[in-house]
């Protein structure tokens, strides 16, 4: 288990500004009670933050062909058809899984293949559980075709809570099952579009973890 970089100067700020304010709270005020109970609420805070940080080290041991594998930890929120209008163009199936304040909240790409397609569109904060959240709310499309020749699309969503979204892929850029696509701050959603002859391989409610559990299979 390790600190995701995105989380480290956060961590460091944080520990400098709950320092601070336990300092004079131990100095300043009546023995034990009242700096105690700060104190332990200071560290409450600190554990959540680190929580939302942590990067364990994966490696996908499953067959790569054809296979698609879950881009984040988190619960199955959806599976539909819809219209994916931005890289596809065209009708797919939407598979999203939403991240609890609890899950690890690095990305991971779905498949191996190249990246073909990166935007970043500014939008608001609805909650990630909104179907319209995939369409207002801030967030990143990659577009990815497969060493196979599909196509699909991955977009990072934000939520009410999370609000920055770090995309690390780039056009032409190697997607690999085991590298990171991106991480979002705080969490949210992903939603990945694939080709309508996928074999889905996951139920509602679900839970999967990114770059661990195998989600579709494409056709051939």
Known sequence: MKI????TNILIL??????ALNAPVWL???????PGVFSAISIVVYLFVFNFFRCPKRKYRGPRKNMVVSSVDGRVVAIERVFEPEYLKSEAIMLSVF???????????PV???????????GRFLSAYLPKSSTENERSTIGIVTNGGARLTARQI???????IVTYARKGHEANIDGHLGFIKFGSRVDLYL??????????????????????????
């Open 4 to 7: 995701h970089r995105e989380g």
């Open 112 to 122: 191996d293949g190249t990246v073909e397609y990166v935007r970043h569109h500014r």
């Open 195 to 220: 080709p309508l002859d996928s074999e889905i391989l996951v139920e509602m409610k679900q839970n999967v973890k990114g770059g661990i559990t195998p989600v579709a299979r494409l056709k051939s």
């Open 14 to 19: 944080l520990f400098i500004v709950l320092a």
């Open 28 to 34: 300043f005020m009546p023995p034990y009670t009242i």
């Open 99 to 109: 991240m609890s304040p609890l899950n690890v909240h690095a990305n991971w790409y």
């Open 158 to 164: 934000a939520g009410a809570m999370a609000r920055r």
